[in-house]
Structures are given as structure tokens and as C-alpha cells.
């Protein structure tokens, strides 16, 4: 059986282990790419896994004052698209440390 001091340290070396590789899991994140879409790709947003903005794509047809309107409402949408794939592809990412680690499935480690 193991010492109460080899099993905090044996605690604290996981935790330093679990706290180094969600930082490279961050990293990694805003190096993955995705693009949300709108108008049947009239639109076209690109972020990265971690939600940031990258650009925006707008068709020239699209360019009349009066589809002001149309166009603010598919940027939105196209917008909301890549902030949904971002987070699918996040959670993805997580999952997969988070199974790396040995955790049983279904089990939510705080942070993940």
C-alpha cells in the first residue's frame, strides 16, 4: 500500500499532467478550421475549433442597399453555423483526451 505523500504526489503529477495536455488541447483548437455557411454558400464564415473569427465571405451578388437586410441575416446565420461546427469540433477534440486518459465514458472531468 502507498504512503498518503506518494499518493498526493502521484495526485499532483496527474493533475500537472491533465493540466499540460488540456493546454495543448487549447492550442491545438485554434489551429483547427471550420466554415459556416448561409444563403447555399452566399455567406461563408471561417473560425477556428476555439470560436475565433477568421473571416467572412460575402458573394458580390449579394452587394444591392436594398438585400441589406438578407445579407445581415445570413451573415448571422452563417455565423451561428460556424460557432455550432466550432463547438462540435471542440467537444470532439475533448473527448478524445479526456478517453486518452484512461477515464471511464461517460465520466465529465471539470473543464472538458
Known amino acids: 500500500m502507498k504512503?498518503?505523500?506518494?499518493?498526493?504526489?502521484a495526485a499532483q503529477k496527474a493533475a500537472e499532467t491533465i493540466q499540460t495536455q488540456m493546454g495543448e488541447a487549447q492550442a491545438?483548437?485554434?489551429?483547427?478550421e471550420v466554415e459556416g455557411t448561409?444563403?447555399?454558400?452566399?455567406?461563408?464564415v471561417r473560425a477556428t475549433a476555439r470560436g475565433r473569427i477568421?473571416?467572412?465571405?460575402?458573394?458580390?451578388?449579394?452587394?444591392?442597399?436594398?438585400?441589406?437586410?438578407?445579407?445581415?441575416?445570413?451573415v448571422t446565420?452563417?455565423?451561428?453555423?460556424?460557432?455550432d461546427k466550432a463547438d462540435r469540433?471542440?467537444?470532439e477534440e475533448m473527448q478524445?483526451?479526456?478517453?486518452?486518459m484512461?477515464?471511464?465514458?461517460g465520466f465529465n472531468l471539470p473543464g472538458m
Not at 3 to 9: K, L, Y
Not at 77 to 83: E, I, K, L, Q, T
Not at 102 to 105: A, D, F, H, T
Open 102 to 105: 484512461g477515464l471511464p465514458p
Open 89 to 91: 469540433k471542440s467537444a
Open 3 to 9: 504512503s498518503m505523500e506518494e499518493m498526493i504526489a
Open 28 to 32: 491545438k483548437l485554434d489551429n483547427i
Open 54 to 74: 477568421i473571416g467572412v465571405q460575402i458573394d458580390e451578388s449579394l452587394m444591392k442597399p436594398e438585400e441589406k437586410q438578407i445579407v445581415e441575416d445570413l
Open 38 to 44: 448561409a444563403g447555399g454558400g452566399l455567406v461563408k
Open 77 to 83: 446565420a452563417a455565423f451561428n453555423d460556424a460557432r
Open 96 to 100: 478524445a483526451i479526456q478517453s486518452g
